[in-house]
């Protein structure tokens, strides 16, 4: 059975940093690109970055650019995302998703952790 | 960029009827591969996002026949032929082809 677990949410103050971490089960981790999706409080949802298989490529929304590194180890089977210089606005909750095994392809988005939830306030 | 447009975004259901929602992209979301990359999410109250559809019109596992996709090129619909209490929540559609793009979401309540 497919599991995605994230971890590392909480409260921070703008400006501040925090890693969100994401353990994978159930499949074989280093064979798929994987995504962070974000959901603010009470809207949408929004792609945030996803990188490739051996993390060699890399790619991002614009507003968090700069800002978030996302990253992963493949022995650890897990999918990081470092963020820095929060802002007000990156309050979220936020999902680690299977992204593809390819660029694009069937597999795309089919398996969501439970999400985290990270808060920046003063 | 591609812009993921739903309508509409809030749609009152009476149980047992069916419900209509529009997905348009202001890109063709045909991929050089010759497929589509536009996948349905389900998300009920409380909950992660569900696959519900992906590539167009194919259900994923588990997901029950009521739900239907349809569409081509810039122009995508999600049916549902009998709403059930269980299908409240937010739906979004989302393309793959020209990177990763949500719909804003349509949110589906029972009258």
């Known amino acids: 059975e497919v599991q995605l677990v994230e971890s590392g949410g909480g409260l921070v103050q703008p400006g501040g940093s925090l890693r969100l971490s994401c353990a994978a089960s159930?499949?074989?981790?280093?064979?798929?690109?994987m995504t962070w999706v974000r959901q603010a409080p009470g809207k949408g949802l929004e792609w945030v970055a996803n990188?490739?298989?051996?993390?060699?490529?890399?790619y991002y929304v614009d507003s968090v650019k700069g800002r978030f590194t996302i990253s992963r180890d493949n022995a650890r089977k897990s999918l990081y995302l470092q963020m820095n210089s929060l802002r007000v606005e990156d309050t979220a909750v936020y999902y680690c998703?299977?992204?593809?095994?390819?660029?694009?392809?069937?597999?795309?988005?089919?398996?969501w952790g439970q999400g985290t939830l990270v808060t920046v306030s003063s | 960029d591609v812009v993921m447009t739903q309508s509409p975004l809030s749609l009152p259901v009476t149980l047992g009827q069916p419900a209509s929602i529009s997905c348009r992209s202001n890109?063709?979301?045909?991929?050089?591969?010759?497929?589509?990359?536009l996948n349905w999410f389900q998300q009920r109250p409380g909950q992660s996002p569900r696959r519900l559809i992906y590539?167009?019109?194919n259900r994923d596992s588990g997901v029950p026949d009521r739900f239907s996709g349809s569409g081509s090129g810039t122009d995508f619909t999600l049916k549902i032929s009998r709403v059930e209490a269980e299908d409240v929540g937010v739906y979004y559609c989302?393309?793959?082809?020209?990177?990763?793009?949500f719909g804003q979401g349509t949110k589906v309540e029972i009258k």
């Open positions: 890109h063709s979301l045909v991929h050089s591969d010759g497929n589509t990359y």
């Open positions: 998703a299977r992204d593809s095994m390819t660029t694009v392809n069937t597999d795309l988005f089919d398996f």
């Open positions: 159930g499949f074989t981790f280093s064979t798929y690109w």
């Open positions: 590539e167009v019109s």
């Open positions: 990188i490739n298989r051996d993390g060699s490529e890399k």
């Open positions: 989302m393309q793959g082809t020209h990177w990763r793009t």
